[in-house]
């Protein structure tokens, strides 16, 4: 019942940005984030937002480089990133937990129930 909807991906020059958005519908989110997928490699964590205290987290590989955030009223998650290098050429997923977890649990390793389709990010040298 929970539908996720990425937007914002594209192709861009290293030392570029890009905002992603992640629309949602359904259900107020408890935990949401931003996961990336490049060929051969496994699915990674790259943010993840609490909504019940605003906690974050980022993956080493991004931090101070992206930002995740949420406006409430519109029900939208974003991924701003900055400072792009050809290693955060992904594709890129939203994923989204209604559970009742705490903020710690959500940040570090919650399971996401509901996932978008992803937006592809390509980053040139």
């Known amino acids: 019942q929970v539908e996720l909807v990425e937007s914002g991906g594209g192709s861009v020059q290293a030392g570029g940005s890009l905002r992603l958005s992640c629309a949602a519908s359904g259900y107020t989110y408890t935990c949401v984030g931003w996961f990336r997928q490049a060929p051969g490699k496994e699915r990674e964590r790259v943010a993840t937002y609490y909504t019940g205290g605003g906690g974050t987290s980022y993956a080493d590989s991004v931090k101070g480089r992206f930002t995740i955030s949420q406006d409430n009223a519109k029900g939208t998650v974003y991924l701003q990133m900055n400072s792009l290098k050809p290693e955060d050429t992904a594709m890129y997923y939203c994923?989204?937990?209604?559970?009742?977890?705490?903020?710690?649990?959500?940040?570090?390793?919650?399971?996401?129930?509901?996932w978008g389709q992803g937006t592809q990010v390509t980053v040139s040298s």
């Open positions: 994923g989204a937990s209604t559970s009742a977890i705490t903020g710690h649990y959500c940040v570090t390793s919650a399971p996401m129930t509901y």
